[in-house]
């Protein structure tokens, strides 16, 4: 494992808080995007809003496929990453805001992605209000989050006042209590936790499934190894040893008449 201790490396205990944004474009990546322009279909080309959007990396790839693209970041130093990256689309544009507070009218987007961020949020809760308040009566929400039953923990964890950077196994197996202990900078999901969220919020769940990754960093280093890795474990996708999955992807659309709000609030 790699630690680290206060004072030291800033920008290691920054993806600790705030999770670490996609830099490069490989096959992982290009499979969830291809799942989300399936999942929202000819909503692509309204108005979309990517919550949480890192330095820019799929704003950078939905602008060519939609009408107009939001993407929101709470760091300021990524935001202006984000901007910096896309500002030749005309049609993108970068807002540096907190998800629990999303600075946009109610029903303002046709689609909204969340890309592994809701964990990081200090309310999720309030963070899921939010998007479905912005989602237009029969828009939808592109969400992927952390499963707690995958066996490894992929954000780290705290031990002995010390960040231990890395794939720590079988952390999320443990009572909540002490699973919260060593990992208090990262929240993780089953699916009845994630369906807690949602209550009383007026939408319909359109698809409910458990993803594992692409592991292209390891067919980086062993390709025999890591193809035959990715396939195998792609393959129990479609068998009940998906609930040992890396991530939950659901797809998530507010229910008619115009009249539902999305919030509990209303």
């Known amino acids: 494992m790699t630690s680290i201790n206060s004072g030291n490396n800033r920008d290691l205990e920054k993806a600790a808080l705030r999770g670490e944004p996609s830099y490069v474009w490989r096959a992982g990546q290009e499979r969830r995007f291809r799942m989300i322009l399936q999942a929202v279909g000819e909503r692509i080309k309204g108005k979309v809003l990517e919550n949480g959007c890192g330095v820019g990396m799929y704003v950078e790839h939905l602008a060519p496929f939609a009408g ?19 500002e030749l689309l005309p049609n993108s544009h970068i807002v540096c805001a907190a998800g629990e507070g999303l600075p946009f009218a109610d029903q303002t987007f046709d689609v909204i992605l969340s890309h592994e961020v809701l964990e990081h949020v200090q309310d999720d809760l309030m963070a899921v209000d939010e998007m479905v308040r ?3 009566p029969g828009g939808r929400l592109v969400l992927f989050v952390p499963n707690r039953w995958y066996p490894f923990e992929t954000h780290g964890i705290y031990w002995r006042g010390r960040y231990h950077f890395g794939n720590i196994p079988m952390v999320n197996y443990l009572p909540r209590s002490l699973r919260d202990r060593l990992a208090p900078h990262v929240e993780v999901y089953t699916k009845k936790d994630l369906g807690r969220l949602f209550d009383g919020l007026g939408v319909r769940f359109v698809t409910q499934t458990v993803l594992f ?16 890795l990715r396939g195998t ?34």
């Open 134 to 136: 912005a989602l237009k």
């Open 213 to 228: 990754g692409a592991y292209d960093n390891v067919i980086v280093r062993w390709p025999r190894l890591g193809n035959t």
């Open 68 to 86: 107009e693209v939001t993407g929101l970041e709470y760091d300021r130093q990524r935001a202006d990453q984000a901007q910096l990256s896309t």
């Open 233 to 266: 474990l792609q393959w129990m996708e479609k068998t009940p040893l998906r609930i040992l999955g890396l991530s939950h992807f659901w797809v998530v659309e507010k229910e008619l008449p115009q009249s539902v709000t999305g919030s509990r609030k209303s």
